[in-house]
């Protein structure tokens, strides 16, 4: 049974940091895209942030490109969203979630498994 759970998330005033962090179990090697998402409040959802772990290939939504850092501990159990300078409109319930293949990772669409969400605040 796959498990995404994600932690980290908070209140934090504009300017400041959080680092997000994704726990991942019961995923096959075929899984091999890691992302965080983010869905705003009356907003759409937005990919933030992925992974292709067989070369380690990252990309950003322009956004958050310079602020945000996704990474993964050694294992690949653990999947983390450094957020730095964050402002108002970070504001969103952030997702960890996992797909299959570089395409999806790229796009940062098409994701089989979803985390229940951790939500994060920014006030100016």
């Known amino acids: 049974q796959v498990q995404l759970e994600e932690s980290g998330g908070g209140s934090v005033q504009a300017g400041g940091s959080l680092r997000l962090s994704c726990a991942a179990s019961?995923?096959?090697?075929?899984?091999?895209?890691m992302s965080w998402l983010r869905q705003a409040p009356g907003k759409e959802l937005e990919g933030v942030a992925s992974?292709?772990?067989?070369?380690?290939?990252?990309f950003y939504a322009d956004s958050v490109k310079g602020r945000f850092t996704i990474s993964q501990d050694n294992t690949k159990n653990t999947l983390f969203l450094q957020m730095n300078s964050l402002n108002t409109e970070d504001t969103a319930m952030y997702y960890c979630?996992?797909?299959?293949?570089?395409?999806?990772?790229?796009?940062?669409?098409?994701?089989?498994?979803w985390g229940k969400g951790t939500l994060v605040t920014v006030s100016s």
């Open positions: 979630a996992a797909g299959y293949s570089y395409i999806v990772c790229e796009r940062m669409r098409g994701m089989d498994y």
């Open positions: 019961g995923l096959t090697y075929s899984y091999n895209c």
């Open positions: 992974i292709y772990t067989p070369s380690s290939t990252t």
